[in-house]
C-alpha cells in the first residue's frame, strides 16, 4: 500500500486533555511514518489547534462532512439541516467518521478512539497481510442477546438493502479502534448513495435513530463485497486493554489495571465516562 495507514481520531471539548495524552503516546510509540488526524467541531478548534504539529493534523468536522449543518446557540449536540431532521451528537460523529475519505488520503485509516493511548511500540502497516488491511469481526453468541447489537445489524441491513436475517446476527465489529480502507469506505457511500446525488447517503444516515458505523461498515464487507474481495481480512486480535465502567478508578486500581495487562494489548482505554483523572493514569502509566 502506497501510503499506509492514517492514524484518525475524533475528539471535542471535554475530552481535550485525553487526547493529548493519546498524541503525546502516538509521538512516543507509533511510526513516524504515521500522520495522526484529529477531527474537532469549529466550535473546538481553537483549544486543538495547540495539539497540531509536523505529523498532528487538526480538521473540522463541518469541512470534512460535505453538507453543511449548523448548531444553534445552547444546543452542541445536535446539528441541523433544513432538509433533514435534526441530528444528535451520536449520529453526527458517525457521519463524520464515514466522511474522512473525501479528506484524509491515506490508503487505509486505523480510527482511535480519544480516551485511548498507546503504550507499546507500534506501526499499524506491520498488520498488513499481502496487501489486505485487518477488520476486527468476532463471531460471539453474546452480540445474538445484545439489543443494540441486533438494532445495528437491522438498521446496516436495511440501509445496504439486503433482506431482513431470519435469525439473530451474532457477529461484531465495535471495538475503540478499528481499521478501514479508503477504497472500501468510498464503495461504501456510493452503494448507500444508489444512483442518487453523491451526499444522498447522509441524507439516509442523519434521518436513522440507531446506527453503529462499525457495524454498517462490517456488514457491507461481509455481505455485500465478500471479505475474500475486500481487502480486508478477519482479525480477532484485541490490541486495546480496556476499562469501561463509568466508576472513577483511583491510582491503587489503575496500577493493578496496567498489571492485568498482556504481551499483544498496544493501547489502554480508559473509558472518559469513568471520570478517571488523566493526571493518574499518566503517573501509573509513565506519562
Known sequence: ??????????????????????????????????????????????????????????????????????????????????????VRGWIWQQIVKMSIANSIGADAYMIVDSDCFFVRPFDPNSLIVHGNVPLFRKEDDWYKTHSDSQKWAEVSRRLLRLPPSTEPYGIGYIIPWCFWRRDVLLKLQAHLTNGRETTAWIRDVSRCITISEYTLYGIYVDKVLGISNSGHYAFQQHLCHEYWDTVPLNRSDLISFRHQMEPGHELVMISAKSSTPVQEIRSVFGF
Open 1 to 86: 500500500m502506497a501510503h499506509g495507514f492514517a492514524l484518525v481520531t475524533p475528539s471535542y471539548d471535554l475530552d481535550y486533555e485525553r487526547c493529548l495524552l493519546l498524541v503525546e503516546s502516538v509521538h512516543r510509540f507509533v511510526a513516524r511514518s504515521v500522520q495522526h488526524f484529529i477531527i474537532v467541531s469549529r466550535d473546538d478548534l481553537k483549544l486543538f489547534h495547540r495539539c497540531a504539529d509536523e505529523r498532528t493534523h487538526v480538521l473540522v468536522q463541518e469541512e470534512i462532512v460535505a453538507h453543511r449543518f449548523w448548531r444553534i446557540p445552547y444546543a452542541r449536540r445536535w446539528r441541523f439541516h433544513f432538509t433533514m431532521p435534526p
